[in-house]
């Protein structure tokens, strides 16, 4: 098994050209499209949509391409997680959650100058040229050691994803992720959840919103509220009414807002980035 | 083979999760996306489109997941259809169509508290948790039976898609899907069109547009006429001049409406649920 | 091996049933979507795509349907070319740079009638009635003489992309491709480049924009520049700034304007038949 998640999109072609070449690498691979729609060269987005889906997939070679400094000295890279799996793409971050969902970092090469790569190199396509290929050749059989030369793990680009604050009865989260019915995730859990002091379906959320620049900017994303809202805590839409905005935790287990049958993000205009303030209401 | 149709898109990784699901249960089934770009929770175009293609399908596992009741106490059930096929989704009409077309329900259980299942289940995502697992173990060679627990076919929720109607030489025919190139399918075939009285190729056809909140209001749907246009009744596009409107039997034989090389519903302003009113013209 | 490459888009299910009937018909075929999502009916901007990627797609059937001629006079073909490779489409020109990349036109047939299609053929709908089902029998064996009447060469329609010139010191290169990205391709290559006298990241580039109804109305093209800027020559996105307008050869060895970490087709409003004047900076 294969899968592919990149910004590529599906118009143009190029997810289609990665399947191409694997396929003609490793015929016998059975190539998944996790997704190629990841807001473009958005390496949080692909990071945490990786993460999310990960243990769903077969154990297999994962690869993921968002990469923004293509052509530039990032490393490319090729890594054996704790579980068996093993994971190719641009060291951006991209791989980072997901290999830490998936016992952590056990083995890592630099494939930039893979000798499995194609020749010549492009300098703007290294799914095709590089990524592909190696994945391709890995999935045949090709050790990891094969494919590159190796690093050590704490070579590797970390990535931190921005995650709530709770203090003083307030919860101050930041949007990670919206998805295409616009239901917002946030950067927030259970444990932010209990913080609170909220039970699903019994406690009225008074939720107000903050845009700020970045959440270590608390004070300003204080100040700064630009829209403000009642919302109900629920542990499933069916819980609300139509059109009723709601706060649960999502199929990835993490905190998110929603409109039942209707989009958070368009009522509310948030995007990631945007931070949210939700404390509970008095009465 | 498991077939997939579903309005989750392709952007957020919902789909490529089912197909790493169904891969990882039964690695041996084909798995086929008929489409997840239905639009969002519109239970009668994806109704329409399954049932429009099923007949191309190898005969299989299909899936069917638009489920705007995810989490209350709708069903989620599989069917074995007349024809040897299995059906998996929520009961809420999505594959009534497609369960008739291919020669009625034979068997039905009801798969929401199924032994398949993954664990534990989300309140958000059945697709993933009840719908894919219980589509791969019937395509590995589970039994209906073994899937959940038996149903009456008459407790199925029925779905009836809005139908035209013919009167004293008008059609009221309310659009029912519009799809990527604009053309405008319609709730009406080929008996209407005789009923009408009309030839392809030989008949100038009169369109006027009346937009009614539904075609059981026909009165109004008859009063309300917000734009007016001619069109010509042709077999195929290439009868028709560039830019031209027309009429015409499309590749699932429902009556419609197109611009040659243009778009029908870009020009008119149709969306679903909108009824059109035919009278043939007068010379 | 079985690809696909059309404008049905992913939302109506038209790619699906296409999988489906190849599927019923040869149950061991690969198939891969190179891309549904070339802009509707843009004959050129398909052709350019399929003969970009065919050389990284395995030796196969190769089936790509741009066909605003659908239901008209025009033929469908299956066309084999020198490398081994079969075609399957329209001939409105589509599938020409393809074949004349993978060592031209060893033989072709008509398959408008062919004994291998779907019963009925639909008017508008020939992805499924005739091209699907000509490529999945081509792929289970059946050889091409049996798929329809035999064609000669010279009866093929044509496809000539507009190219680029260069005069006195100043390029005239027609927009050919605009991807997801906003990345422009120009009808140009290396050698224009070379009659410019310009190094990799060694000059700088004075970039004006003439919208011109066709290349062939050069002075037009001279006349009516709507946009100047100012860009620089490199080798990759990592030789420029961020938000920096460059120019450099892309993954097909074409060349094409970008913008590092943007858009140049929003930046400059660029669109396919505009054309680019491109004259070497004088400092």
């Not at 990670?176 to 959320?205: C, H, K, M, W």
Request: aromatic share 4%; charged share 20%.
């Amino acid at each position: 098994v294969v899968t592919l998640l990149t910004d590529y999109g599906l118009d143009d072609g190029f997810a289609g050209v990665c399947h191409g070449v694997i396929a003609g690498i490793c015929p016998q691979a059975r190539i998944i499209d996790l997704t190629h729609g990841i807001p473009r060269q958005d390496v949080l987005a692909g990071a945490l949509v990786l993460a999310g889906a990960i243990r769903y997939m077969p154990a297999g070679v994962h690869v993921a391409v968002v990469d923004p400094g293509v052509g530039s000295a990032r490393r490319a890279i090729a890594v054996a997680s704790g579980d068996g799996r093993r994971f190719v793409g641009p060291d951006n971050g991209l791989l980072w959650l997901a290999l830490h969902a998936c016992g952590g970092i056990v083995e890592a090469v630099e494939i930039s100058a893979s000798p499995l790569r194609l020749a010549p190199v492009s300098a703007t396509f290294h799914g095709r040229d590089i990524f592909a290929p190696a994945a391709a050749h890995l999935a045949a059989g090709v050790p990891l050691s094969a494919a590159g030369s190796p690093l050590d793990a704490g070579e590797l680009v970390a990535l931190e994803p921005p995650r709530a604050r709770v203090a003083d009865g307030i919860l101050l989260a930041p949007v990670v992720y919206v998805d295409g019915f616009g239901n917002v995730q946030l950067g927030a859990t259970n444990d932010e959840i209990e913080a609170l002091g909220l039970e699903p379906g019994r406690s009225r959320v008074e939720l107000a919103l903050s845009v700020a620049a970045a959440l270590d900017d608390a004070a300003r994303a204080h100040s700064v509220t630009a829209v403000s809202a009642t919302a109900r805590y629920v542990r499933t839409f069916d819980d609300a009414r139509a059109d009723e905005l709601i706060v649960y935790l999502d199929s990835a287990a993490a905190l998110a807002v929603a409109v039942n049958r209707g989009s958070a993000a368009y009522r509310l205009g948030l995007k990631p980035t945007d931070v949210v303030r939700i404390s509970k209401h008095p009465c």
